[in-house]
């Protein structure tokens, strides 16, 4: 059966812009300006705190692991008053070594070690629109490993780098994935594959996304009457089933359309449309422009 956690993946194409230490010591703050793309790090040693734009204050400890999907504006710090220094990360220049804040010498009281990466997906809001704002995993051994490995490769040129950082960010992703449903992820596809009952129909739907699906099919994958699989559904998934349907479809298509460049008929028959003409109309709606101007653009 279809794994929609990994077409998702699939999807987005991530691939590591950089990785890099940071430490902190003595009283130090800094600002990040909003940077709208993923960004992640993890604690080698010590404490520090977190602001993210919107979301409460955490307190980061050795071990954690943090995964910001869109990377609003954030202040990290540590726990003396200090004037933030501003960063906007999408001018910092990469730094090959440890970023130190705060007293540059003596023993540092936290050690982090972080990154970010960009999405060569056709719709990059794909993650952002399936994860919570902030996931915050504590104590799993699994993503220091990562976040070790993305870092030492980052650092260095060997043949073949490419290819493997954006294989590391995709485990990355699949293992926060994996943990958001417990994470009180927002109505979405993740919320809707921890239902014992909604899973089986996403993934029918995923698996045969050309097939010519009814709520009351898919009601049936679920084992649920049609209403109660129709309210289960858009109250978990924050959409009606058609709904999720055919925005799982645009996504695919948009794929097909701009990454591997096929023709209008040969979307339309992959994604379930039983001519170009009435994709196209269904694309444009959805969309918002032509399927064959979105090719092009």
Do not use: N
């Not at 029918?204 to 679920?222: F, G, S």
Request: charged share 25%.
């Amino acid at each position: 059966m279809s794994d929609p956690l990994s077409e998702v993946v699939g999807l987005l194409r991530p691939r590591t812009v950089f990785a890099k230490g940071i430490s902190g010591s003595g009283r130090w703050a800094v600002r990040y300006s909003e940077y709208g793309h993923p960004s992640f790090c993890v604690v080698l040693e010590g404490r520090c705190r977190l602001a993210v734009d919107g979301e409460q204050p955490l307190t980061l400890t050795s071990g954690d692991f943090l995964l910001l999907p869109a990377t609003p504006g954030f202040t990290l710090s540590g726990f003396e008053p200090a004037e933030p220094r501003h960063i906007d990360p999408g001018r910092e220049p990469v730094s090959s070594g440890e970023v130190r804040h705060g007293e540059p010498d003596g023993p540092a009281e936290v050690r982090l070690l972080g990154g970010a990466f960009l999405i060569d997906a056709s719709d990059p809001a794909l993650l952002a629109s399936i994860l919570p704002a902030v996931i915050h995993v504590r104590g799993v051994e699994r993503f220091t490993l990562l976040v070790r490995l993305l870092a030492q490769e980052s650092a260095e040129d060997k043949p073949g780098r490419d290819l493997v950082l954006s294989r590391l960010v995709e485990v990355l992703l699949i293992e926060a994935l994996r943990l958001a449903p417990s994470l009180d992820a927002p109505p979405g596809l993740l919320r809707g594959l921890g239902d014992e009952r909604l899973a089986p129909a996403l993934k029918a739907m995923h698996e045969r996304i050309a097939h010519p699906w009814t709520v009351a099919q898919l009601a049936r994958e679920a084992a649920l009457s049609r209403s109660s699989f129709f309210e289960r559904f858009s109250s978990q998934v924050g959409m009606p089933p058609m709904e999720y349907l055919i925005g799982w479809r645009m996504a695919v298509a948009k794929d097909l359309l701009r990454q591997q460049r096929l023709g209008l008929a040969e979307v339309a028959e992959r994604v379930g449309y039983g001519s170009a003409s009435t994709f196209s109309t269904a694309f444009s709606r959805q969309v918002g422009i032509s399927p064959s101007r979105y090719a092009l653009d």
